[in-house]
């Protein structure tokens, strides 16, 4: 069974930045593709950050980009979230995701391993 641990969320003002961390359990997490998803208070979960395994490429949100990178260490079966210039709207619960494919996708029901999620909230 894989299982997914996030850290790193906390309480920041407007403009601070913070970084995610996902630790996944198993052997293969070189061969998982990796996403975060964010879900604000009364809204449904959104897609935020994509890392197919098989190739380097990133995929972000229009409302990330340029600000939030995502990264991972295949050496420390663990996937990042630098998330940068952060704003109040940024506030949510923010969850990793996994999918053992080679592809990716921004779609929830694509990925099979999701972790407990943690708060980040920003003060403006």
């Known amino acids: 069974q894989v299982q997914l641990v996030e850290s790193g969320g906390g309480l920041v003002q407007a403009g601070d930045s913070l970084r995610l961390s996902c630790e996944v359990s198993?052997?293969?997490?070189?061969?998982?593709?990796m996403g975060w998803f964010r879900q604000a208070p009364g809204k449904e979960r959104e897609f935020v950050a994509a890392?197919?395994?098989?190739?380097?490429?990133?995929y972000y949100a229009d409302s990330v980009k340029g600000r939030f990178t995502i990264s991972r260490d295949n050496a420390k079966n663990t996937v990042y979230l630098q998330m940068n210039s952060l704003k109040p709207e940024d506030t949510a619960v923010y969850s990793c995701?996994?999918?053992?494919?080679?592809?990716?996708?921004?779609?929830?029901?694509?990925?099979?391993?999701w972790g407990q999620g943690t708060q980040v909230t920003v003060s403006s």
């Open positions: 890392n197919p395994w098989s190739s380097t490429s990133t």
């Open positions: 198993g052997r293969t997490f070189s061969m998982y593709t």
């Open positions: 995701a996994a999918k053992k494919k080679s592809w990716w996708s921004g779609i929830e029901s694509f990925y099979d391993y």
